[in-house]
């Protein structure tokens, strides 16, 4: 079981950085891809980044790309997701999951089995 629990939320001026980090627990935190997603009002959740379990390999939904930078630390059972240049459409509920599988694209297809999802975390960009 691996629990995760995201933190760094909060409410900026568009411009502005936040980094958002999702601790996991469980001994095992390696052993899975880490990916971010979010979910606007009204919408439906959607990817944003992905690591591979070594953190060699990322991809970026082409809305965040140049400003998002996705990376983790094994050591320390963390991904983090650095985002700067905020703008107010990236006002969302950021969710961070964890799979077995590291997924290359079609990241938002149903039949994708993400193992384990956290609790979310708002960010609100205000312009």
């Known amino acids: 079981q691996v629990q995760l629990v995201e933190s760094g939320g909060g409410l900026v001026q568009a411009g502005d950085s936040l980094r958002l980090s999702c601790a996991a627990s469980g001994r095992t935190f390696s052993s899975y891809a880490m990916y971010w997603f979010r979910q606007a009002p009204g919408k439906e959740r959607k990817f944003v980044s992905a690591i591979s379990w070594s953190g060699r390999r990322t991809y970026y939904a082409d809305s965040v790309k140049g400003r998002f930078t996705i990376s983790r630390d094994n050591a320390k059972n963390t991904v983090y997701l650095q985002m700067k240049s905020l703008k107010p459409e990236d006002t969302a509920v950021y969710y961070c999951?964890?799979?077995?599988?590291?997924?290359?694209?079609?990241?938002?297809?149903?039949?994708?089995?993400?193992?384990?999802w956290g609790q979310g975390t708002q960010v609100t960009v205000s312009s």
């Open positions: 999951a964890a799979a077995l599988k590291f997924y290359g694209g079609s990241w938002d297809d149903p039949s994708y089995e993400y193992d384990y």
